[in-house]
């Protein structure tokens, strides 16, 4: 019995991480949605409101958890027992941007990176473009599971009052 990490920002959760998720489960006996902090991004959505829209979007998935994860993604493989890893991948620009990070995890505990080929069908769809689509007022609801637009919506109407 494996336990497998599923590691990201999910900020906010898409079509594409439940892919990857289902695909995950298909392949490892548990999978555990780990949503992390990325030093090198400010979040759009809190933690918390990304935990618990991953966790909806799961919540038919047997077998797949969603937890937060507060510090390195290795040590919190160690503290669930998990013995891999998993990554999706959209295509080479994924990998280039992966790589170092499974070389470095592996490096540091020896736990393995397992990368995953998403549907063909989402390899468009990003966090990041569902942030810009939404902060300039495109319809995101083809992207992202259901809670998620409303979310967002309120996440970029808050950003809005900042600005005036
Ligand atoms: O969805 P993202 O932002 O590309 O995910 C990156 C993430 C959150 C998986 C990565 O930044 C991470 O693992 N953060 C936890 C802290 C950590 O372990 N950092 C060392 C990575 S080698």
Excluded: Q
Aim: glycine residues 10%; charged residues 25%.
């Amino acid at each position: 019995m494996t336990t497998a990490v599923f590691p990201g920002s999910f900020d906010p959760v898409t079509w594409g991480h439940v892919d990857i998720a289902t695909r995950a489960r298909a392949m490892f006996s548990r999978v555990i949605v780990a949503v992390a902090h990325n030093t090198a991004k400010t979040p759009m959505l809190d933690v918390g409101a990304r935990v618990e829209l991953a966790r909806r979007a799961v919540s038919p998935l047997e077998g797949v958890d969603v937890m937060p994860v507060d510090g390195l993604l290795v040590d919190f493989c160690r503290e669930v027992g998990a013995g891999v890893i998993v990554k999706g991948l959209r295509g080479g620009t994924d990998y280039d941007y992966e790589r170092p990070m499974a070389l470095m995890n592996r490096s540091m505990t020896g736990i393995e990176t397992v990368f995953i080929t998403g549907d063909n069908a989402l390899s468009h769809v990003a966090s990041s473009f569902v942030r810009d689509i939404a902060r300039h007022g495109g319809s995101i609801s083809r992207y992202v599971p259901d809670g998620v637009v409303d979310a967002v919506s309120a996440a970029v109407a808050a950003e809005e009052r900042e600005r005036v």
